[in-house]
């Protein structure tokens, strides 16, 4: 039965009595809880339950109705070394009271915690110091690259001392096959190893003794144990050898061992270090000063010291400081680290910027919008940092071989040397056969596997666009065979636009001309549309007086001395006309979900001067981005509200699979569901009413400018709403998911195979060690290649 503890629970949303006595009842249900007690006026349950009850209370909770307050801890963990470290420090955070979820990253060396709200700090970080680990809170981005880089010094210094020292021992091997018979004196040897063994590898001693103070293991007792028995055997021997003669010592396996160990480690957190590249890339995007302008007076201030409101000016050149508006000025932002957008986005007054981007050619004055961590390039970092922190699935089979991996190790190391000396071996060749187990063993690469990968393959992805929410949303988006797209706003612009203009007499630019007058200073998107149109053509606009709004009908006015009306078929049925000869286009439109405006003269003589279809317009991309995915045999599907004319037109111009229109917002999601019982369906879309669909989905894609909402429902959010970043996500999702298992593929096979030959004599402990080291490094190395990935599918267009 598991000890006793009592749990302090805040409970909010409690508002009378029979609120307390609900959460009472709830609590009690949980199994082995009892003492229960509920406050209303200070808002806490306090329980006493068995140790590792706190999530089943807190489940308890929130299913009756009430939210437990929690919040979000980061701890750096030092003296990590393999999979087994991992396990030890996760269940010695876990048994915090408090603690409701803990992931700890080898790779990133973070431990990442979800916390009830009123636990501190101090006692995560003196758990972690009980289990044998060092922890701290993450420090700012440049100091820890700098400790980063101390730490690289360090152990480069200690490298290549041990490698110097190391050397003469082992030339003697390497002369041997040369006809060159050589031995450095035993007290030489000795002088040699001794400051190898315990000055340079004293790290191994200091990681072991805490390990085993914790009643756990890992790499460094393995490393600790199998150099000592080396370096002990050595000592023995040359003890009882008689005077004047060679006696044969193994110093040199275990510096070797050693020197080779210390390099493995070295590179492989030069390795690890560029797995977080592009968090730091990130991290360094962020200005640390800012210039505001108060009264029209300029001065430098620190971007903690700014407030919402705040006007800031950007000069060419410079990152912008904060998200804002912009209030005076035109320029150019290269966006390309934040949202993957090669091409400078042009910035006008009223026009949006985000903290971090570069400004262009021209001086901006912006008015801030945004501070801090809820700046896009805070959350982006936040999406980042919290993908790579969390496990995928495949990491739960890791963790419970590596809850057994050292102690199996131990075991064997002893049957090997027990199996030897009973063989009739002598005790010398029977303990560095031992020894060879001992060293050759690496749970490094197992806990280094997946990590590595998922750090690897989230940030290549944040650099092209594409943010991984978490390890799951990876692991679910490689299977992915069946992508589901909202049309408005996912692959159509979102804004209708002139797709066709027909005159009775005339050309299409006179048409335009006198549309655009009667809609001068309308909010309305169709006026918009024609607007637009007048600007792309350079037509001039003439000006219009009298102008009227004819409700439900159209609008009015006289231009150039002409009485004039723009609306839809039931202002041409009120004048008494007829199409003409426009009723086939009309009908032909129309059947294509086409919105319909008449252009029409309503005196002297009334006619119809036109006709305007207003339609949605495909995203630049789409087409390409629906290819993409056929390629790879990923069939689409298209998901609107819209009529089902619409619809079709859009998936006949993109080559979609299947079409399902007038689906309501509420039924968006049976839809999906109902698609996911023949497979693992992805859905893509960008609005409120797309939130439910894309959480029902295996995967949710929400697409950049969109909703928080979508964007909180989906796994994936694209940083623009480019659909070509549809097929790269899934792409990118399938390469790391590759790359998670060839390594752990190597690192369960190098152990499987490797641990057996030295078992059965085949692996001195120097080839052992060099064997250790090189699994680490290529593990890591392997996950580096996917940095090198790009969108095989996506052409840059030309300005």
């Known amino acids: ?127 972690v110091e009980a289990a ?100 002990g055997l050595s000592l023995y021997q040359w003890a009882q050898a008689p005077a004047g003669t060679q006696p044969h010592l193994y110093f040199e396996a275990s510096a070797v061992v050693i020197a080779l160990v210390l390099l493995g480690k070295y590179l492989e957190s030069r390795a690890k270090r560029q797995t977080a590249s592009a968090i730091r890339a990130l ?102 940092e919290d993908a790579q922190a969390a496990k995928a699935p495949i990491q739960k089979l890791v963790d419970r071989v590596s809850q057994v991996f050292v102690p199996a190790v131990l075991v064997l190391a002893l049957c090997t040397l027990v199996g030897w000396w009973l063989a009739g071996a002598a005790i010398e060749t029977a303990l560095i056969n031992a020894v060879a187990v001992l060293v050759i063993a690496c749970p490094c690469a197992l806990g280094l596997a997946t990590p590595a990968a998922i750090m690897a393959g989230t940030g290549v992805a944040a650099r092209h666009g594409i943010l991984i929410k978490d390890a799951e949303a990876l ?45 001068r200073g309308s909010e309305h998107p169709l006026a918009k549309a024609v607007l637009d149109a007048c600007a792309e053509q350079g037509l001039e606009v003439p000006t219009v007086s009298n102008s009227q709004s004819l409700t439900g009908r159209g609008i009015a006015g006289q231009v150039e001395g002409r009485d004039l009306a723009l609306g839809n078929r039931r202002l041409l049925d009120e004048s008494g006309l007829q199409p003409g000869e426009l009723l086939d286009k009309a009908q032909a439109w129309e059947a294509q979900g086409r919105t319909l405006s008449w252009l029409i003269e309503r005196a002297p003589t009334p006619r119809v001067l036109g006709l305007f279809a207003f339609g949605d317009s495909l995203k630049s991309g789409a087409e390409q981005a629906i290819a993409a ?61 797309d939130a439910p669909a894309l959480a029902a989905a295996d995967i949710g894609i929400a697409m950049g400018g969109g909703t928080d909402v979508a964007m909180q429902a989906a796994g994936i959010t694209l940083m623009r709403g480019d659909p070509r970043l549809v097929p790269a996500a899934l792409q990118i999702s399938r390469k790391t998911y590759a790359k998670i298992r060839q390594n752990l593929f190597w690192a369960f096979i190098y152990n499987l195979v490797g641990i057996p030959l030295a078992a059965l004599g085949y692996l001195n402990p120097v080839l ?32």
Not at 109 to 126: F, T
Not at 300 to 312: M, S, T
């Open 629 to 689: 995915l056929h390629a790879r045999h990923i069939s689409s599907h298209l998901l609107t509200g819209d009529n089902r004319g619409s619809a079709k037109v859009v998936a006949e111009a993109l080559g979609i699979d299947d079409v399902h229109a007038e689906v309501l917002p509420a039924d968006k999601a049976a839809t999906v569901a109902a698609l996911k019982r023949d497979g693992v369906v992805a859905m893509v879309g960008d609005g409120i009413n």
């Open 768 to 799: 052992a060690g060099a064997a250790m080291a090189l699994s680490s490094v290529s593990v890591v190395g392997n996950a580096l290649w996917l940095k090198t990935w790009k969108p095989t599918h996506i052409t840059e267009e030309a300005p």
């Open 283 to 384: 991290e360094a995007l962020r200005p640390e000063r800012a210039v505001r302008v108060v009264d029209g007076i300029e001065e430098d201030v620190a971007i903690a010291q700014l407030r919402l409101g705040d006007l800031v000016r950007v000069q060419p050149g410079e990152r912008f400081p904060v998200d804002g508006q912009v209030e005076q000025g035109s320029s150019h932002a290269d966006e390309a680290l934040i949202s993957g957008e090669s091409l400078p986005v042009p910035k006008q007054p009223g026009d949006s910027v985000t903290g971090g981007a570069i400004n262009g050619e021209g001086r901006l004055l912006v008015r801030t919008q945004a501070l801090g961590t809820e700046t896009v390039l805070a959350r982006i970092i936040r999406l980042v």
């Open 475 to 519: 692991e679910r988006a490689h299977a992915v065979n069946r992508v589901v797209f909202d049309k408005t706003g996912t692959l159509t612009s979102g804004s209708p636009r002139i797709l066709h203009c027909q005159a009775v007499a005339g050309d299409a630019a006179s048409l335009k001309r006198l549309a655009g007058a009667l809609q």
């Open 132 to 231: 044998g680990y060092s922890a701290s809170l993450p420090q700012a981005a440049s100091a820890a690259a700098a400790g980063d880089q101390r730490r690289l010094q360090y152990e480069r210094l200690a490298v290549a001392a041990a490698l110097l020292l190391a050397l003469p021992l082992v030339l003697p091997m390497l002369l041997q096959p040369l006809g060159v018979h050589w031995m450095l004196p035993a007290w030489a040897q000795f002088l040699l190893a001794t400051p190898v063994q315990f000055v340079l590898g004293a790290r191994f001693y200091v990681a072991a003794f805490k390990a085993v103070r914790a009643g756990a293991g890992n790499m460094d007792l393995l490393v600790a144990l199998g150099t000592s028995a080396g370096y």
């Open 1 to 127: 039965m598991p000890a006793s503890t009592t749990f302090d629970l805040p409970i909010a949303g409690m508002t009378c009595a029979s609120c307390a006595g609900r959460v009472e009842r709830a609590l009690r249900k949980v199994s082995g809880a009892e003492h229960v007690s509920v406050n209303l006026a200070t808002e806490q349950a306090r329980v006493q339950a068995p140790a590792g009850s706190l999530p089943a209370l807190v489940g308890a909770v929130r299913d009756a109705g009430y939210r437990v307050p929690s919040r979000t801890v980061e701890l750096s963990i030092g003296g990590m070394t393999c999979a087994s470290c991992v396990g030890r420090v996760e269940r010695a955070l876990g048994k915090v009271p408090g603690v409701e979820q803990v992931s700890v990253n080898l790779a990133s060396e973070r431990a990442h915690l979800q916390v009830l709200q009123a636990l501190g700090e101090q006692p995560l970080i003196a758990a």
